[in-house]
């Protein structure tokens, strides 16, 4: 039978990144990542919410991306999967933590969730014109499944 071992996180960063290298100069960024979930009290009407905190690992290009552009309050979407490690602390007991290996990583909320300054711009961005009007949206036919052809790839 297949398994699915796949996690997906909306959250914002609980602080900043932890970038590190290993001996052979590989980049690894560890980041504590925050959900929260909100809720009516159904009994007393009162709003609730309860906060998750999920630690999340990437490796290579990604974790350096990370140290780079992220920053405490940056709100990231995530794609990975859970990893539960075992180690031993100093008085001899086994302890295992279960964390989140990334694999992808996606940066949200523009400059604002990048720990930056609300009223922050990039001085090489252009704005439009004022009399600038967006083209409207394409409107192709989609083909028909017999237009597909023979040459389906699988």
């Not at 909306?10 to 925050?34: H, K």
Request: charged residues 25%; proline residues 6%.
């Amino acid at each position: 039978m297949a398994s699915v071992n796949k996690v997906i996180l909306v959250g914002n960063l609980g602080r900043d990144p932890e970038v590190r290298y290993t001996a052979t100069g590989d980049a690894m960024c560890n980041l504590s990542i925050a959900t929260t979930d909100n809720w009516r009290d159904k009994a007393s009407g009162e709003r609730k919410e309860h906060t998750e905190w999920h630690r999340v690992s990437f490796f290579g290009k990604t974790a350096e991306v990370c140290g780079q552009y992220l920053k405490k309050g940056s709100q990231i979407y995530v794609e990975g999967s859970l990893r539960t490690r075992k180690w031993t602390d100093k008085d001899g007991q086994e302890k295992y933590s279960t964390e989140i290996r990334g694999d992808t990583m996606q940066m949200l909320g523009g400059r604002q969730g990048m720990g930056a300054p609300a009223s922050s711009h990039d001085d090489n961005y252009a704005a439009p014109p004022a009399n600038y009007q967006p083209s409207p949206p394409q409107n192709k036919p989609k083909p028909a499944f017999d237009d597909l052809g023979d040459d389906i790839p699988f």
